[in-house]
């Protein structure tokens, strides 16, 4: 059974930076995409990130340029490093795997890490 934690949020000011972990224990098999979303009280969830395997990146545009993802497959971990932070991008963070199991896809979730901008 696969499992993602998530580590990392916290409050800051704005301007400044956090960096965000996700780690996933259990059977992940390649061809997977890992990603970011986030969701604040009475929206929707949104992407933020993803990443592939093999290497390919997604951006929402709201955070390209300030926003930075990346994983370590060997550590099966996805990271989000969040610079210039703006009070809008407060939200519970929450990570994502996407995989393929035979022919039926899978959707995995962590439980969500708060992250709070203060102005």
């Known amino acids: 059974q696969v499992q993602l934690v998530e580590s990392g949020g916290g409050l800051v000011q704005a301007g400044g930076s956090l960096r965000l972990a996700c780690a996933a224990s259990g059977s992940i098999f390649s061809p997977n995409t890992m990603g970011w979303y986030r969701q604040v009280p009475g929206k929707s969830r949104e992407l933020v990130a993803t990443i592939t395997s093999r290497g390919s990146i997604n951006y929402a545009d709201s955070v390209k340029g300030r926003f930075t993802i990346s994983r370590d497959n060997a550590k099966k971990t996805v990271y989000l490093q969040m610079s210039s932070l703006k009070p809008e991008d407060t939200a519970v963070y929450y990570c994502?795997?996407?995989?393929?199991?035979?022919?039926?896809?899978?959707?995995?979730w962590g439980q969500g890490t708060q992250v709070t901008v203060s102005s």
């Open positions: 994502n795997l996407y995989i393929w199991i035979g022919s039926s896809p899978a959707d995995y």
